[in-house]
């Protein structure tokens, strides 16, 4: 009997499945909305980053089990701060869990392209750059303040 069996959110980790996984270690420049799984752009400099407004290309997501305990929060939950090395995680395929953002619904299959606070919105095919792919059925909560939404498995496209 054959069957689809169901993801399961891991605990206090962000990657789901490691298939096509690469990391890189990056600075971050600018702490503000730096949480794991938040997609990320380039900073002032190559090597850094900043969380991704909404404006400029993501160049990845912020990891969290990849990074050195010194620099690595306590929770998944906990933002990063100015000046940590953090790995930043990209490749097609993988699975992460990643935030969607406040008011958003998407449904497995769901294409996701980025929105403020690093977080991910609803796409429209040939209108966003569409950045993931939803992997489960979620509508990101309201209010908290690392402006709300919601954790959501996604295949990675980045």
Excluded: F
């Excluded at 096509?20 to 600075?27: A, D, I, K, W």
């Excluded at 799984?37 to 912020?62: F, H, I, S, Y």
């Excluded at 040939?126 to 295949?155: C, F, K, P, Q």
């Amino acid at each position: 009997m054959a069957g689809d069996a169901s993801m399961v959110k891991p605990t206090n980790k962000i990657v789901v499945d490691s298939e096509g996984l690469r990391s890189q270690t990056v600075e971050v420049q600018t702490a503000t909305d730096v949480y794991p799984g938040r997609l990320l752009e380039k900073g002032t400099d190559d090597g850094q980053v900043v969380v991704c407004a909404g404006t400029n290309p993501a160049v990845g997501w912020a990891g969290y089990e990849q990074t050195s305990k010194k620099y690595r929060p306590a929770t998944v939950d906990t933002i990063y701060t100015v000046n940590s090395y953090i790995a930043m995680v990209y490749g097609p395929g993988m699975r992460i869990v990643a935030s969607i953002a406040s008011g958003e619904a998407a449904v497995k299959g769901t294409l996701l392209t980025k929105a403020a606070h690093g977080q991910l919105a609803v796409a429209t095919a040939g209108t966003h750059h569409v950045y993931a792919i939803a992997e489960e059925t979620v509508t990101g909560a309201t209010g908290g303040a690392d402006y709300g939404g919601s954790d959501i498995i996604v295949r990675s496209l980045l």
